[in-house]
C-alpha cells in the first residue's frame, strides 16, 4: 500500500490520480501507469476488506462481553453494538459482494475479538468458547443480544 499523502517516490498522489482519471477519460490506456493502477486498486480493496473485519471483531467482542460479563448491559455498551452494526450494514451497501464472506471473516477475527474481551473485562479466556459461537444471521441481526 502506498502512502497516500505524498505518493510513491515522494510523487503527488492527487495529480498522479487526476492524470490517470484523464487518460482513462481519453481512452488513452498506453500512457496509463497500469502496474502502479493495479497496485492502488487493491490496495483500495484491501482497506475495505480491513475494516469490515475490524468492525466484525469488535462486534464479536461487545457481544461476548454482553454475553459473559455479569453486569447489567448499559445503553452504552448495547449502543457500541448498534455502532459497529451500522458501519458493517453501511460497508455492505456500499460493498454487497462482502456481505457473503460475512462468516468467514468473523471465524478468522474471531481470536482477537476473544483476546479483547478476555482482558477488557478480566474473565479468563478459556471461558469463552473457542470457535465463534454466533451465526452471520445474528452478527447482522439489529435486535440480537446474547444472554
Given at each position: 500500500m502506498?502512502?497516500?499523502?505524498?505518493?510513491?517516490?515522494?510523487?503527488?498522489?492527487v495529480l498522479w490520480t487526476e492524470r490517470q482519471r484523464a487518460l482513462l477519460r481519453e481512452k488513452n490506456f498506453e500512457q496509463l501507469d497500469l502496474d502502479r493502477l493495479i497496485g492502488e486498486l487493491d490496495a483500495m480493496a484491501a482497506n475495505v476488506r480491513r475494516e469490515l473485519k475490524s468492525r466484525?471483531?469488535?462486534?464479536?467482542?461487545?457481544?461476548?462481553?454482553?454475553?459473559?460479563q455479569p453486569e447489567p448491559k448499559s445503553r452504552a455498551w448495547l449502543g457500541a453494538i448498534r455502532e459497529q452494526r451500522s458501519e458493517i450494514e453501511r460497508i455492505l451497501e456500499e460493498n454487497?459482494?462482502?456481505?457473503?464472506?460475512i462468516a468467514e471473516y468473523a471465524a478468522h477475527v474471531y481470536h482477537a475479538?476473544?483476546?479483547?474481551?478476555g482482558a477488557e473485562t478480566g474473565i479468563p479466556r478459556a471461558a469463552f468458547p473457542q470457535t465463534i459461537p454466533y451465526t452471520r444471521q445474528q452478527l447482522l441481526d439489529p435486535y440480537f443480544v446474547p444472554t
Open positions: 502506498h502512502d497516500f499523502t505524498h505518493g510513491i517516490n515522494g510523487g503527488d498522489f466484525l471483531e469488535t462486534l464479536t467482542m461487545n457481544l461476548l462481553k454482553c454475553q459473559f454487497p459482494s462482502l456481505g457473503s464472506y475479538a476473544f483476546e479483547r474481551a
